[in-house]
């Protein structure tokens, strides 16, 4: 397993993967099984599932779907997306899926952070920040796919679910989201210092360049979509990912902190 971690973050809809544009216009990119199957040749090492509509429809999160994806996927696997209670992340766990990604209800019901990482081990709670800028530059936490102010400090916030207990951050540009534009290295860079838990790097990867400078920003991971879901200018669906040459080039060693 890689030092660090490069972890492609599919997106649900219904029973099919999308990805989206800084949160918007989600476009179609396939079946989540036979995504899978191909990041399993690929041997990665970790994947993140969202399902983007499940708090805005409020409704509980797709066991179904949930239970076929865990059961092809050879490698760890967190899911995110309507999760609001104990009884569903131990219902989550028990379908085989290996750590879960809590958002809007991290803000909502801050406890269910503390409780969920006793039950179950801080390693398994990850706690998901969408974060973009308002007009001032300040940046800002949204709930609800991006739709929602959770009216928030962003270190704060952070630094108290790290307290809860949480396991991991999993920190996304609202504004890089999709654009292949390069990681917000100064969002990273802020989170990292603020916490000592792991960051996972989300929004904006174009490339592994981007990764290994979301790495020396301060993240311990990276997680990216359009990276792995699309190819070349015309976002032609291509499901793939690094070979372990390519990935052993761009991260030979524990990269250090820029400073």
Do not use: W
């Not at 209670?85 to 803000?107: D, H, Q, T, Y």
């Not at 070979?243 to 990269?255: G, I, K, M, N, T």
């Amino acid at each position: 397993m890689l030092i660090t971690r490069v972890i492609p973050c599919l997106l649900l809809k219904g029973r099919g993967l999308v990805k989206t544009v800084r949160f918007k216009d989600p476009t179609y990119v396939g079946d989540p099984i036979n995504a899978i199957k191909i990041f399993n040749e690929k041997e990665v090492d970790e994947l993140i599932f969202l399902d983007i509509t499940a708090t805005l429809e409020k409704r509980p999160p797709p066991y179904q779907v949930i239970s076929e994806i865990a059961s092809e996927c050879f490698m760890p696997l967190a899911y995110g997306g309507g999760i609001r209670s104990l009884p569903e992340i131990e219902k989550i766990f028990s379908l085989g899926v290996e750590k879960v990604c809590l958002n809007a209800a991290a803000v909502e019901d801050p406890d269910l952070i503390r409780d969920a990482a006793k039950a179950f081990g801080n390693q398994s709670i990850v706690v998901s920040v969408d974060v973009k800028k308002s007009l001032f530059g300040k940046y800002e936490i949204f709930t609800h796919g991006g739709r929602r102010s959770a009216r928030k400090e962003i270190l704060s916030h952070v630094r108290r679910m790290e307290e809860l207990g949480a396991g991991e951050l999993l920190l996304t540009s609202i504004d890089r989201d999709g654009t292949r534009q390069g990681y917000d290295l100064d969002l990273i860079g802020r989170v990292a210092d603020a916490v000592g838990i792991p960051v996972i790097a989300c929004g904006g990867a174009g490339g592994l360049n981007d990764i290994t400078a979301a790495v020396k920003s301060g993240a311990a991971a990276a997680a990216a979509g359009s990276l792995f879901v699309f190819h070349g200018r015309h976002r032609a669906v291509l499901i793939s990912y690094p070979s372990r040459e390519e990935l052993d080039a761009a991260f030979p060693a524990a990269p250090d902190r820029e400073t």
